[in-house]
């Protein structure tokens, strides 16, 4: 027991919540396992948590319990609010929920520093919302550690090293500036209603500044080049960005002849550079 709230699955019934795929709605029921993920984004009761995608309220439970200082919930079911409700009467003055889209609403005026945002999120938008999180004006951004649960497939696209098919413009957007690591697979027995596929939460800390430097759109254009045809080699792949780049990718000590899942960080933040 991490409260004295009734079951999940009780809740759920007497609200008639019953899950939309629509919304993207598996539901975690096992509140152990919500803790357990509150516990992988740290030490929460210093911090303000940002939840996306409460649903029925089992990860905010979890925050809850595990001491998060305030938890500010946006979700965009109607049908979970009287749910929700009740956790915030049974945890007075810190829970705050909003009801819409968590790509139309700015969190930050409901938030103060320092941020964590928890989510298991909705798969539909997802990795929109992470792009997003991991390209913000100005660096550092506002959130100190993202923990999110994601498609196994999509995690792995988040932590990947060269050399393999799932290293892409996710895994350089998140390693630039972050720190990833998964910390938790789950099959999809754990969900209710089960998904197709394994998830897994991953765990980004922000670092205060990149790894390398590099102008972040000049950045992005490039590993997009050449993830964008990302057979080719990079001669033919990055030929756009400069007619001249076999020159200057050998000047740089990159083989032209070599594909994108082949170079490391810090060789495309040596291009992005050089192309500035
Ligand atoms: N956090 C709950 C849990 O772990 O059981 C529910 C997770 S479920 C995978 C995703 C939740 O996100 C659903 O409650 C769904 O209604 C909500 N959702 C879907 N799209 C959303 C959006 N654009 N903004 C906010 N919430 C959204």
């Given at each position: 027991m991490i409260d004295s709230l009734p079951p999940l699955r009780d809740v759920i019934a007497r609200h008639d919540l019953r899950a939309r795929k629509a919304l993207g709605q598996?539901?975690?029921?096992?509140?152990?396992?919500?803790?357990?993920?509150?516990?992988a984004a740290g030490d929460l009761t210093q911090s303000d948590v940002l939840e996306v995608g409460p649903g029925p309220g089992g990860l905010t439970r979890g925050l809850l319990a595990e001491g998060a200082r305030h938890v500010l919930a946006i979700e965009k079911d109607p049908r979970c609010l009287p749910a929700l409700a009740e956790i915030a009467a049974a945890h007075p003055g810190r829970l705050t929920v909003l009801?819409?889209?968590?790509?139309?609403?700015?969190?930050?005026?409901?938030?103060?520093?320092?941020i964590k945002v928890v989510a298991n999120l909705p798969y539909n938008v997802g990795t929109e919302l992470l792009v997003r999180w991991l390209t913000p004006r100005d660096w550092p951004p506002f959130w100190e550690s993202l923990t999110l649960m994601f498609q196994r497939e999509v995690a792995e696209r988040i932590v990947a090293k060269p050399g393999g098919?799932?290293?892409?413009?996710?895994a350089l957007l998140a390693q630039w500036r972050c720190e990833a690591r998964i910390v938790l697979t789950l099959p999809p027995s754990a969900f209710t209603p089960p998904p197709k596929v394994a998830?897994?939460?991953?765990?980004?800390?922000?670092l205060p500044a990149p790894r390398f430097p590099a102008?972040?759109?000049?950045l992005e254009r490039v590993v997009a080049a050449a993830f964008n045809q990302r057979r080719k080699m990079l001669r033919a792949s990055l030929r756009g960005l400069d007619p001249q780049i076999e020159a200057r990718l050998e000047r740089l000590g990159i083989p032209p002849t070599a594909r994108a899942e082949e170079i490391g960080l810090e060789a495309f933040c040596a291009l992005a550079r050089d192309l500035t």
């Amino acid at each position: 027991m991490i409260d004295s709230l009734p079951p999940l699955r009780d809740v759920i019934a007497r609200h008639d919540l019953r899950a939309r795929k629509a919304l993207g709605q598996n539901f975690l029921l096992d509140l152990n396992l919500t803790a357990r993920i509150a516990r992988a984004a740290g030490d929460l009761t210093q911090s303000d948590v940002l939840e996306v995608g409460p649903g029925p309220g089992g990860l905010t439970r979890g925050l809850l319990a595990e001491g998060a200082r305030h938890v500010l919930a946006i979700e965009k079911d109607p049908r979970c609010l009287p749910a929700l409700a009740e956790i915030a009467a049974a945890h007075p003055g810190r829970l705050t929920v909003l009801q819409g889209d968590a790509l139309k609403i700015d969190p930050l005026a409901h938030l103060n520093p320092p941020i964590k945002v928890v989510a298991n999120l909705p798969y539909n938008v997802g990795t929109e919302l992470l792009v997003r999180w991991l390209t913000p004006r100005d660096w550092p951004p506002f959130w100190e550690s993202l923990t999110l649960m994601f498609q196994r497939e999509v995690a792995e696209r988040i932590v990947a090293k060269p050399g393999g098919k799932a290293y892409g413009r996710l895994a350089l957007l998140a390693q630039w500036r972050c720190e990833a690591r998964i910390v938790l697979t789950l099959p999809p027995s754990a969900f209710t209603p089960p998904p197709k596929v394994a998830s897994a939460v991953v765990h980004l800390t922000a670092l205060p500044a990149p790894r390398f430097p590099a102008d972040a759109k000049v950045l992005e254009r490039v590993v997009a080049a050449a993830f964008n045809q990302r057979r080719k080699m990079l001669r033919a792949s990055l030929r756009g960005l400069d007619p001249q780049i076999e020159a200057r990718l050998e000047r740089l000590g990159i083989p032209p002849t070599a594909r994108a899942e082949e170079i490391g960080l810090e060789a495309f933040c040596a291009l992005a550079r050089d192309l500035t």
